[in-house]
């Protein structure tokens, strides 16, 4: 009896921790849940205090207001800022408790720079290594941002998918995006946008054929 109980056990362990890309892929019961844009690595290139004209925002704006206001845009704008279509999933379930804690107690003195940092896959292997991932089973997605940058009009986001379980990256890319929109929150959810339909139209496809 003892022996079958093992068995069991370790079946049910393995299959915790058989989330791979492929079948991230194909559909399965393996739960997928958002985590949050990670702006605690993001850049500043530009002026920011006083974007195109429309008023002065700091530096400490920018965190303890916009990284949160970004993050909720995609919650409370579900149907613009789609995941599920993105992702193909009929159900998403959304954790940014932990991302919204990263965001809020990152260093302002590292937020303004004058160059991207060109992020490696083990510099964002080294981020998500650190992250406090909620208890839970299947396939976690983050997206990291790397830059916003004022003067060229363009944003880099890494985009992650992971094995919530063990931290393994299962996918990871570096995505182009440009912003759009009045005001400082709209124009950078511009390049939120533009990043999610990115993934939606071309590089859901790659990673599908790839995986």
């Known amino acids: 009896m003892k022996q079958i109980i093992l068995v069991l056990a370790l079946i049910f362990t ?28 993001v850049k500043l290139i530009g002026d920011f205090n006083q974007f195109l004209g429309i008023g002065k925002e700091s530096v400490v704006d920018i965190r303890d207001e916009y990284f ?15 995941l599920k ?6 159900d998403i379930f959304y954790d940014i408790a932990m991302i919204k804690k990263i965001n809020a107690n990152c260093p302002i003195e590292t937020l303004e ?36 940058n004022k003067n060229q009009k363009e944003a880099y986001f890494h985009f992650v998918l992971l094995n919530m379980q063990t931290r393994e990256i299962l996918i990871h890319e570096r995505l182009r995006s440009e912003p759009s929109g009045f005001g400082l929150k709209n124009y950078w959810a511009g390049a939120i946008y ?17 995986y």
């Open 14 to 41: 393995f299959q915790l921790n058989a989330q791979t890309a492929a079948e991230f892929f194909v559909p399965s019961q393996h739960k997928v849940t958002w985590l949050g844009i990670d702006y605690s690595h």
């Open 68 to 82: 949160n206001n970004w993050n909720m845009l995609i919650l409370k704008e579900s149907n613009k800022y789609d």
């Open 85 to 90: 279509g993105m992702l193909r999933k009929g």
């Open 113 to 148: 720079d004058l160059n991207t940092p060109n992020y490696t896959k083990e510099d964002i292997t080294k981020f998500v290594s650190e992250y406090q991932l909620p208890e839970r089973t299947g396939y976690g997605v983050v997206m990291i941002a790397e830059t916003l």
């Open 194 to 210: 533009d990043c999610i339909k990115l993934i939606r139209d071309v590089k859901y496809h790659n990673w599908k054929s790839t």
